[in-house]
């Protein structure tokens, strides 16, 4: 790698991936340590095309979810499945993942703008700014930045675009995917809600079950599925349809609490 090559965006490659190494390493006890984080099906990380995959997840905080899959992406491309034991894997980690996020909110502080600088697509929300409701049009040169990084690498993306949980699906996103027809792979995160504030920048409480599963790629049909199809896909792949909103069975309650005391004692 020549010392001042860059990505599509601009950024130098030598300096991105010292600031993955350094703030991987900063990250890693939050993870594996502070809290113990469970993974499941990182073998589908290995099988993937070196381009145009675009991960949809549900969100639980701004920084600490992308962070984590950073660990468990470059954890399962150096052959660590469902483990990230040994944080040498971040001494070559993959530069050309990216991860859509809220311009303001990459604006919002210093730690922000360096951590946006590891792969962030910073868009304008076209509902939300500053804390309140708005109803603006979507700017192309947003959509344009996003099949730039496709066209270059992997894209992480949170669909309902909010770390409220079972909030719609933005119509966006199922745009993106019959337009461009990525490889899409769902998701589904739990526990970072409980054991980090509402950035993840902070460990809010300790020995919580975090847990991570890779999902196989959904099986869509860019050209016949209809928006509200993938939209509805979508839904049920991370795990945010309307049907998932029910109450926990006790059994289920008892083996995460379970779970939970085990990592107190490990």
């Known amino acids: ?13 030598f300096v991105k ?12 006890r939050r993870f594996r340590g502070f809290n113990e984080l469970q993974i499941e099906g990182s073998e589908v990380i290995k099988n993937l095309p070196d381009t145009n995959v675009l991960f949809i997840s549900n969100h639980q905080t701004y920084f600490a979810d992308v ?3 950073f660990h468990v992406f470059n954890a399962g491309l150096s052959g660590r499945l469902d ?4 944080v040498g894997y971040l001494w070559n980690p993959k530069l ?3 991860y ?36 603006r049009q979507v700017k192309m040169s947003d959509i344009s930045a996003i099949k730039k990084a496709l066209d270059d690498g992997w894209v992480i993306t949170f669909p309902q675009g909010t770390t409220t949980p079972f909030k719609p699906i933005r119509k ?45 790629p959904l099986k869509i049909d860019y050209e016949n599925e209809s928006i509200a199809e993938i939209v509805e ?14 109450v926990i069975p006790e059994d289920e309650l008892q083996e995460k609490e379970r779970l939970n005391r085990e990592l107190r004692d490990w």
């Open 67 to 69: 962070i984590a899959m």
């Open 1 to 13: 790698m020549g010392l001042f090559k860059t990505n599509p965006f601009g950024h130098i490659l």
């Open 83 to 86: 483990s990230i034991k040994n």
């Open 172 to 216: 966006g996103t199922a745009h993106i995917i019959k337009t461009y027809k990525p490889i899409v792979v769902p998701i589904v995160i739990d526990g970072f809600r409980r054991s980090f504030d509402k950035k993840g920048l902070r460990v809010k409480k300790k020995n919580i079950y975090q847990s991570m599963e890779i999902k196989e």
């Open 96 to 98: 050309n993942i990216y």
């Open 100 to 135: 859509v996020a809220a311009k303001e909110t990459m604006k919002s502080g210093l730690l922000p703008k360096i951590f946006a600088y590891t792969g962030s697509i910073s868009i304008e929300r076209t509902w939300r700014s500053k804390g309140q409701d708005v109803n």
């Open 17 to 28: 991936k010292w600031l993955i190494r350094i703030l991987g390493l900063l990250t890693h």
């Open 233 to 246: 896909k979508i839904e049920y792949a991370i795990e945010q349809h309307p049907s998932f909103l029910k």
